[in-house]
């Protein structure tokens, strides 16, 4: 089906509120401890992850330096809940499986603007550059009550770079395996309460081949942020952020040129003691045009307003906003319709009880195009004693039909106008631990999704549209821990999932059942080494059950050394097995049969980075 689309008009003045995950992301990894770090996406407002009613993950930015990422994927692989599908190594299209949901069934926010081809419904995971990443929360379950469509599993945040006091700048240069090079380097200023940060990447590989005897397929990306904020004396503040990746990448049959944007203005004023209000205009641009076999071009433009106003009455907290967003697509298929407008209204309240906490969240949302829907949820958490919690929560969600689902048409394909979005119902429990050094979390939850708008054809004359015609029930089990001190950084993550089409009773396509991750780093004064292994069960890659791909495992070694005041070397090894393993399947129209995608096999990958100012 096709992938991106491009135009889209802007909302008017009405005001939107914008998930107060941007305004924190100055204040997140500032307060808290680093095993209890402050996260906010999972409500709208800042908290600990100790104290989110929610099941958190937080990558920071030490971890993602040690780890060395290839790609955004080798940092979400694995991670409790998540299972993550490539067409191969280096820049290929990429599915985030979150809980069970479909590929467009989690949200991604890039410093809270929504990243997404309104055409294919899926996030751009494989063009977002990690080097201008800053930290990474992952928030696992039901939020469409607070993000609207398509929170079904959950939301990825990634946060982009932001200067730290005294920091001045950086330059880094790596080089490794298949001929891959990349630069990096970023001027930072922080003075009184106003910063400044600009920041570039060029990165460039030859890549390695997508299937058994192919050519190598490459991959090239160049990008750029550009961040200004200044801080209020009284509190609140404006910030302007722009990001930019573009570049080129080869699969088999052709080569893709895409581009995405994300640029966002926000202005947050402290009204009272019991008033905060925030105003955000975002805008993000997904555009691919593919040339070879089939060429095509799709492209989304989204715009949007976002308006949130908190307050506070001693310990509880009450939020109250709207929101108006707009996506325009176009390209070189046709569609019956290219835009369509969603206005929005929502509230949460956080209720704090000594120890016990109760959160509750309601939003409505009417899009043109599908109507109106109606999310909300509701959590508990109480604090056995000052270690050990639990918690319970309940939400709904609901996926929005894509414009291909709804408009696209080409010689064997129609759009059906009269879809409803997927709707969702998620049920959660947890229990968990948190003490000086290290922490542990279980969580078990059950999500029921009806009206799976699937393909359906007819047989004669192969004409093909999509019917909301299926029911799906995802039942899992999550546990994670973490152990942190000055020597070791430990981090662990087991999940096991049952994704099971209810109508068929065969497994949803492309999620492996179990899934294992272990990042275990040992800490020196000048340098450190360290470790990654995943797991991955056995998956289907088609939804009749007939094409199953097997498990595998992996295993990433890695070395940090600070050989002078600024300057450091690291040396990765990823894949050490050199295991050439599959997690989808291709197919070759020449042949008339299906092909692996295989990921890279064993890589080297060595550099030196200069930090300036500190």
Same mark, same amino acid.
């Given at each position: 089906?096709?992938?991106?689309?491009?135009?889209?008009?802007?909302?008017?003045? /009405?005001?939107?509120?914008?998930?107060?995950? @941007? &305004?924190?992301?100055?204040?997140?990894?500032?307060?808290?401890?680093?095993?209890?770090?402050?996260?906010?996406?999972? @409500?709208?407002?800042?908290?600990?992850?100790?104290?989110?009613?929610?099941?958190?993950?937080?990558?920071?930015?030490?971890?993602?330096?040690?780890?060395?990422?290839?790609?955004?994927?080798?940092?979400?692989?694995?991670?409790?809940?998540?299972?993550?599908?490539?067409?191969?190594?280096?820049?290929?299209?990429?599915?985030?499986?979150?809980?069970?949901?479909?590929?467009?069934?989690?949200?991604?926010?890039?410093?809270?603007?929504?990243?997404?081809?309104?055409?294919?419904?899926?996030?751009?995971?494989?063009?977002?550059?990690?080097?201008?990443?800053?930290?990474?929360?992952?928030?696992?379950?039901?939020?469409?009550?607070?993000?609207?469509?398509? !929170?079904?599993?959950?939301?990825?945040? !990634?946060?982009?770079?932001?200067?730290?006091?005294?920091?001045?700048?950086?330059?880094?240069?790596?080089?490794?395996?298949?001929?891959?090079?990349?630069?990096?380097?970023?001027?930072?200023?922080?003075?009184?309460?106003?910063?400044?940060?600009?920041?570039?990447?060029?990165?460039?590989?030859?890549?390695?081949?997508?299937?058994?005897?192919?050519?190598?397929?490459?991959?090239?990306?160049?990008?750029?942020? *550009?961040?200004?904020?200044?801080?209020?004396?009284?509190?609140? $503040?404006?910030?302007?952020?722009?990001?930019?990746? %573009?570049?080129?990448?080869?699969?088999?049959? $052709?080569?893709?040129?895409?581009?995405?944007?994300?640029?966002?203005?926000?202005?947050?004023?402290? *009204?009272?003691?019991?008033?905060?209000?925030?105003?955000?205009?975002?805008?993000?641009?997904?555009? %691919?045009?593919?040339?070879?076999?089939?060429?095509?071009?799709?492209?989304?433009?989204?715009?949007?307003?976002?308006?949130?106003?908190?307050?506070?009455?001693?310990?509880?907290?009450?939020?109250?906003?709207?929101?108006?967003?707009?996506?325009?697509?176009? =390209?070189? +298929?046709?569609?019956?319709?290219? /835009?369509?407008?969603?206005?929005?209204?929502? $509230?949460?309240?956080?209720?704090?009880?000594?120890?016990?906490?109760? @959160? =509750?969240?309601?939003?409505?949302?009417?899009?043109?195009?599908?109507?109106?829907?109606?999310?909300?949820?509701?959590?508990?958490?109480?604090?056995?004693?000052?270690?050990?919690?639990?918690?319970?929560?309940?939400?709904?969600?609901?996926?929005?039909?894509?414009?291909? +689902?709804?408009?696209?048409?080409?010689?064997?394909?129609?759009?059906?106008?009269? &879809?409803?979005?997927?709707?969702?119902?998620?049920?959660?429990? $947890?229990?968990?631990?948190?003490?000086?050094?290290?922490?542990?979390?279980?969580?078990?939850?059950?999500?029921?999704?009806?009206?799976?708008?699937?393909?359906?054809?007819?047989?004669?004359?192969?004409?093909?549209?999509?019917?909301?015609?299926?029911?799906?029930?995802?039942?899992?089990?999550?546990?994670?821990?973490?152990?942190?001190?000055?020597?070791?950084?430990?981090?662990?993550? &087991?999940?096991?999932?049952?994704?099971?089409?209810?109508?068929?009773?065969?497994?949803?396509?492309?999620?492996?059942?179990?899934?294992?991750?272990?990042?275990? +780093?040992?800490?020196?004064?000048?340098?450190?080494?360290?470790?990654?292994?995943?797991?991955?069960?056995?998956?289907?890659?088609?939804?009749?059950?007939?094409?199953?791909?097997?498990?595998?495992?992996?295993?990433?070694?890695?070395?940090?050394?600070?050989?002078?005041?600024?300057?450091?070397?690291?040396?990765?090894?990823?894949?050490?097995?050199?295991?050439?393993?599959?997690?989808?399947?291709?197919?070759?129209?020449?042949?008339?049969?299906?092909?692996?995608?295989?990921? !890279?096999?064993?890589?080297?990958?060595?550099?030196?980075?200069?930090?300036?100012?500190?």
């Amino acid at each position: 089906m096709s992938k991106k689309c491009f135009p889209v008009p802007l909302l008017g003045a /009405s005001l939107v509120f914008l998930p107060i995950t @941007t &305004l924190a992301q100055s204040n997140a990894g500032t307060e808290g401890s680093e095993l209890d770090p402050i996260v906010v996406t999972a @409500t709208l407002g800042p908290e600990t992850v100790g104290e989110s009613l929610s099941s958190v993950t937080v990558i920071d930015q030490d971890t993602i330096r040690r780890q060395q990422p290839a790609e955004f994927r080798d940092l979400l692989r694995a991670q409790p809940g998540i299972n993550v599908v490539s067409d191969g190594s280096y820049g290929k299209t990429t599915s985030v499986f979150l809980r069970g949901a479909g590929s467009s069934g989690t949200v991604l926010l890039l410093d809270g603007i929504r990243l997404r081809s309104a055409t294919a419904g899926i996030p751009p995971w494989q063009f977002l550059p990690t080097d201008l990443i800053d930290r990474v929360e992952l928030v696992r379950g039901a939020k469409s009550s607070l993000y609207g469509a398509d !929170a079904v599993g959950g939301v990825v945040q !990634a946060f982009t770079l932001t200067p730290s006091e005294g920091q001045r700048g950086w330059m880094d240069v790596a080089g490794g395996s298949h001929d891959t090079r990349s630069t990096s380097a970023g001027l930072a200023a922080t003075e009184d309460n106003t910063s400044v940060l600009l920041g570039g990447l060029y990165s460039d590989t030859d890549g390695t081949n997508l299937r058994k005897g192919g050519e190598d397929r490459g991959y090239r990306n160049a990008a750029g942020l *550009a961040k200004v904020s200044h801080r209020f004396e009284r509190g609140g $503040g404006v910030g302007v952020t722009v990001l930019q990746s %573009q570049g080129n990448t080869e699969f088999e049959g $052709g080569d893709t040129d895409f581009m995405i944007r994300a640029a966002g203005l926000h202005l947050e004023a402290v *009204a009272s003691d019991y008033w905060r209000t925030r105003i955000q205009f975002s805008e993000s641009r997904d555009e %691919q045009e593919t040339f070879g076999d089939y060429p095509s071009v799709y492209n989304t433009l989204s715009r949007s307003a976002r308006w949130e106003n908190t307050l506070t009455a001693g310990v509880h907290e009450l939020v109250l906003g709207s929101e108006i967003s707009q996506d325009e697509v176009g =390209g070189s +298929d046709q569609f019956a319709e290219d /835009s369509r407008t969603n206005t929005a209204v929502f $509230g949460q309240g956080r209720l704090n009880f000594g120890a016990t906490n109760v @959160t =509750g969240s309601l939003r409505m949302d009417d899009n043109e195009a599908y109507g109106r829907n109606e999310t909300g949820g509701i959590a508990l958490g109480h604090e056995l004693d000052r270690s050990h919690r639990v918690r319970l929560s309940y939400a709904t969600s609901f996926r929005a039909p894509t414009f291909n +689902d709804l408009y696209l048409v080409t010689p064997y394909y129609s759009g059906n106008p009269d &879809l409803q979005p997927e709707k969702g119902r998620m049920v959660e429990a $947890g229990f968990s631990g948190r003490y000086q050094t290290w922490f542990w979390d279980v969580a078990v939850y059950q999500n029921e999704v009806r009206d799976l708008i699937t393909y359906v054809s007819d047989p004669v004359t192969w004409q093909g549209t999509m019917e909301n015609v299926e029911t799906a029930r995802i039942r899992g089990i999550e546990w994670t821990s973490g152990y942190r001190t000055s020597q070791w950084d430990l981090q662990a993550a &087991l999940t096991y999932a049952d994704a099971e089409n209810r109508d068929t009773n065969k497994r949803l396509p492309r999620r492996a059942r179990k899934t294992a991750r272990l990042d275990v +780093d040992r800490l020196f004064d000048q340098w450190s080494v360290g470790a990654t292994l995943v797991a991955e069960g056995n998956r289907y890659n088609d939804a009749a059950n007939s094409q199953l791909l097997p498990g595998y495992g992996t295993m990433d070694l890695r070395g940090t050394w600070q050989f002078l005041p600024g300057w450091s070397g690291q040396l990765k090894v990823a894949n050490v097995f050199d295991r050439r393993y599959a997690a989808s399947l291709g197919y070759d129209s020449t042949t008339m049969e299906n092909f692996r995608y295989l990921a !890279a096999g064993r890589t080297f990958l060595a550099s030196v980075r200069y930090d300036f100012g500190h």
